[in-house]
């Protein structure tokens, strides 16, 4: 991974009509970089991919790729793979003519096309496949033959759309390690779009948080999961106590509250997850209204002066019954500091 | 087990009511008598042969597979980017055109047929073939444009913006990647353009002139002059060609999913 500028997003304006998806949206990434584009539905963190690979034109902004304007190149001229959400391969030709696609249009010789389709079919484990129609296989063998016919393009980016959304828990988990694989010896860049936090920490470099067509967050798994900087990409990795700051107070829904703990903060919100909170002692107090098992811990909701709190604690801690009034505390010290509320 | 009964008897009656007709006429095709008539008089083929030695019936049914073959194929060369751009795009006016594309399987074929001649024929001296031509693909384009209509909806769109992605053009997406996923749909269309075309009578009534008739026209002429049971024979023949296509399209493409 070399510290370069590689894709660069530059005041992006992405428009479907007269909707504006993504507004001036500025991102670089670097070669061999795995980014990860997280958000809700309707983010706009689609939209950006398909800015990327063509299909979408941009309403205005400048699209680099490797030292060249592509903004205006069109999407068979670009070199950027894409690997539907839908898979999307040709349902009247086999697993090797699916991958032997880009190839043949190139007018490579057939001698390298069919050493380049056996590649990159033995890269995702479906060697012995190249004569089935896409309609024989299974879901998670059709997303890897849509990953090979990217792959054997060699595409300086590749793109991939909620690439492990369709499949089962425990094929999502092995494709998940196989994208992984798949990248470190391909080497090639790739941006895939997720919804889901936990795809996006496990797999990503680097994670770029969307709402509403902008970017909230860029930063690795471990800032974005540990320090969100925004009430959205906080609530969005599970912070579930989220308190607006004001005066060095937090602010609750009966007024103001003292912070405590000697801490000043001057940001205008914090933030803790429920794991955050401590039960049991404390300057607060308040009325258990549920409790959960989950296995390896319990959940609460709490009744507070600050309004209602979301508590979880070791499953091995006795446990509260719900009715019942505890002692609990925010530790000023271990909140997620909030810049944007 | 009344309602039971009632729908047998239901049933009974819509068979006699679609097939007698049909019975009749291969029963009076091998007739032995002179003239077309039911019961037949005696068995025998040789109103079968008869037809073979018709000369106006070998001209118009040679009329009438040129219209059915080139009028359909003409059809589907309109027809298929219509249903393409109407499946694929939001077209303005897209309902309007639509509307228009089917308005033939909408309006009675004897306005058809008197439009065509009072405002192409006459005026514009067009030959009554190329009158002829145009109006059975005039025809067999709503059914060309719905047939594939159909075909296109069960096509994923997002197959055409991969191969897009992987290099192709436009146009090499549509013949590499759209064209071989409908063909049993183009199929369809043609095999059902054929027969519309083939089985025409209202609006080739009114196109037909001095020695160009399509084969049904070419019949009722015939019966006005001849009443001999050839007709009933080259009517079952003709039926029996319609039934075989029918049932080998059914067979090899599963044509009723289509129509």
């Given at each position: 991974?070399s510290?370069?500028?590689?894709?660069?997003?530059?005041?992006?304006?992405l428009?479907?009509?007269?909707?504006?998806?993504?507004?001036?949206?500025?991102?670089?990434?670097?070669?061999?970089?795995?980014?990860?584009?997280?958000?809700?539905?309707?983010?706009?963190?689609?939209?950006?991919?398909?800015?990327?690979?063509?299909?979408?034109?941009?309403?205005?902004?400048?699209?680099?790729?490797?030292?060249?304007?592509?903004?205006?190149?069109?999407?068979?001229?670009?070199?950027?793979?894409?690997?539907?959400?839908?898979?999307?391969?040709?349902?009247?030709?086999t697993?090797?003519?699916?991958?032997?696609?880009?190839?043949?249009?190139?007018?490579?010789?057939?001698?390298?096309?069919?050493?380049?389709?056996?590649a990159?079919?033995?890269?995702?484990?479906?060697?012995?496949?190249?004569?089935?129609?896409?309609?024989?296989l299974?879901?998670?063998?059709?997303?890897?033959?849509?990953?090979?016919?990217?792959?054997?393009?060699?595409?300086?980016v590749?793109?991939?759309?909620?690439?492990?959304?369709?499949?089962?828990?425990?094929l999502?988990?092995?494709?998940?390690?196989?994208?992984?694989?798949?990248?470190?010896?391909?080497?090639?860049?790739?941006?895939?779009?997720?919804?889901?936090?936990?795809?996006?920490?496990?797999?990503?470099?680097?994670?770029?948080?969307?709402?509403?067509?902008?970017?909230?967050?860029?930063?690795?798994?471990?800032?974005?999961?540990?320090?969100?900087?925004?009430?959205?990409?906080?609530?969005?990795?599970?912070?579930?106590?989220?308190?607006?700051?004001?005066?060095?107070?937090?602010?609750?829904?009966?007024?103001?509250?003292?912070l405590?703990?000697?801490?000043?903060?001057?940001?205008?919100?914090?933030?803790?997850?429920?794991?955050?909170v401590?039960?049991?002692?404390?300057?607060?107090?308040?009325?258990?209204?549920?409790?959960?098992?989950?296995?390896?811990?319990?959940?609460y909701?709490?009744?507070?002066?600050?309004?209602?709190?979301?508590?979880?604690?070791?499953?091995?801690?006795?446990?509260?019954?719900?009715?019942?009034?505890?002692?609990?505390?925010?530790?000023?010290?271990?909140?997620?500091?909030?810049?944007?509320? | 087990?009344?309602?039971?009964l009632?729908?047998?008897?239901?049933?009974?009656?819509?068979?006699?009511?679609?097939?007698?007709?049909?019975?009749?006429?291969?029963?009076?095709?091998?007739?032995?008598?002179?003239?077309?008539?039911?019961?037949?008089?005696?068995?025998?083929?040789?109103?079968?042969?008869?037809?073979?030695?018709?000369?106006?019936?070998?001209?118009?049914?040679?009329?009438?597979?040129?219209?059915?073959?080139?009028?359909?194929?003409?059809?589907?060369?309109?027809?298929?980017?219509?249903a393409?751009?109407?499946?694929?795009?939001?077209?303005?006016?897209?309902?309007?055109?639509?509307?228009?594309?089917?308005?033939?399987?909408?309006?009675?074929?004897?306005?058809?047929?008197?439009?065509?001649?009072?405002?192409?024929?006459?005026?514009?001296?067009?030959?009554?073939g190329?009158?002829?031509?145009?109006?059975?693909?005039?025809?067999?384009?709503?059914?060309?444009?719905?047939?594939?209509?159909?075909?296109?909806?069960?096509?994923?769109?997002?197959?055409?913006?991969?191969a897009?992605?992987?290099?192709?053009?436009?146009?090499?997406?549509?013949?590499?990647?759209?064209?071989?996923n409908?063909?049993?749909?183009?199929?369809?269309?043609?095999?059902?353009?054929?027969?519309?075309?083939?089985?025409?009578?209202p609006?080739?009534?009114?196109?037909?002139?001095?020695?160009?008739?399509?084969?049904?026209?070419?019949?009722?002429?015939?019966?006005?002059i001849?009443?001999?049971?050839?007709?009933?024979?080259?009517?079952?023949?003709?039926?029996?060609?319609?039934?075989?296509?029918?049932?080998?399209?059914?067979?090899?493409?599963?044509?009723?999913?289509?129509?």
């Amino acid at each position: 991974m070399s510290d370069e500028t590689y894709l660069d997003l530059s005041d992006l304006t992405l428009a479907y009509g007269k909707t504006v998806a993504v507004e001036r949206l500025n991102l670089s990434i670097r070669k061999g970089e795995l980014i990860a584009l997280l958000g809700p539905s309707g983010c706009g963190k689609t939209t950006t991919m398909r800015a990327i690979t063509g299909l979408l034109r941009p309403a205005s902004g400048k699209i680099t790729l490797d030292g060249a304007d592509i903004t205006h190149v069109p999407a068979n001229k670009r070199h950027v793979g894409l690997v539907f959400q839908s898979y999307a391969l040709f349902p009247h030709l086999t697993v090797f003519e699916n991958v032997a696609f880009g190839l043949r249009l190139k007018k490579r010789p057939s001698a390298e096309i069919n050493q380049r389709v056996e590649a990159g079919l033995a890269m995702v484990g479906l060697g012995k496949f190249h004569s089935r129609k896409p309609a024989e296989l299974s879901g998670g063998q059709q997303q890897r033959v849509a990953l090979a016919r990217s792959l054997v393009m060699e595409p300086k980016v590749l793109l991939l759309d909620e690439p492990l959304s369709n499949l089962d828990a425990r094929l999502r988990l092995e494709m998940r390690t196989e994208l992984q694989r798949v990248q470190r010896e391909s080497g090639v860049t790739m941006v895939f779009v997720t919804h889901d936090q936990n795809e996006a920490l496990a797999l990503a470099d680097r994670i770029v948080v969307m709402k509403e067509g902008a970017i909230e967050q860029v930063g690795s798994p471990e800032d974005v999961y540990n320090r969100p900087r925004s009430r959205f990409v906080a609530d969005f990795v599970g912070f579930e106590n989220i308190f607006a700051v004001k005066d060095g107070n937090i602010v609750t829904e009966n007024g103001a509250m003292a912070l405590g703990g000697g801490l000043s903060v001057n940001a205008p919100g914090l933030a803790w997850r429920p794991n955050m909170v401590t039960l049991g002692e404390g300057r607060f107090e308040g009325e258990v209204l549920g409790a959960a098992f989950a296995g390896g811990s319990r959940e609460y909701l709490l009744k507070s002066p600050l309004g209602p709190i979301k508590a979880e604690m070791d499953a091995a801690a006795p446990a509260f019954k719900p009715g019942s009034k505890i002692a609990f505390d925010l530790p000023p010290e271990r909140a997620a500091v909030l810049e944007r509320m | 087990m009344t309602s039971r009964l009632l729908s047998y008897v239901t049933l009974t009656l819509v068979l006699i009511f679609l097939l007698g007709p049909f019975v009749i006429i291969v029963a009076a095709a091998l007739s032995g008598g002179e003239t077309l008539a039911f019961p037949p008089q005696g068995l025998s083929l040789k109103w079968v042969m008869k037809v073979f030695e018709v000369e106006s019936f070998r001209a118009s049914f040679a009329l009438s597979m040129f219209l059915a073959i080139f009028g359909t194929l003409a059809a589907l060369v309109l027809g298929v980017p219509v249903a393409y751009a109407a499946s694929r795009y939001r077209l303005p006016f897209g309902e309007t055109i639509r509307t228009i594309v089917s308005a033939p399987i909408i309006v009675p074929g004897i306005i058809v047929g008197l439009a065509l001649l009072r405002y192409l024929v006459i005026p514009l001296d067009v030959s009554v073939g190329v009158a002829l031509f145009i109006a059975h693909t005039a025809l067999i384009l709503p059914y060309a444009v719905r047939v594939v209509s159909a075909s296109l909806d069960n096509l994923r769109s997002d197959i055409e913006e991969a191969a897009v992605i992987l290099g192709s053009s436009r146009v090499a997406t549509f013949f590499r990647i759209v064209l071989p996923n409908i063909q049993s749909g183009i199929l369809a269309a043609f095999i059902l353009g054929f027969v519309t075309s083939f089985n025409q009578v209202p609006v080739s009534l009114f196109l037909s002139g001095p020695g160009v008739r399509t084969l049904p026209i070419d019949m009722i002429w015939y019966m006005e002059i001849t009443y001999d049971p050839s007709v009933a024979a080259l009517a079952a023949l003709l039926a029996f060609l319609s039934i075989s296509i029918v049932f080998l399209a059914e067979r090899f493409l599963g044509f009723s999913r289509y129509v």
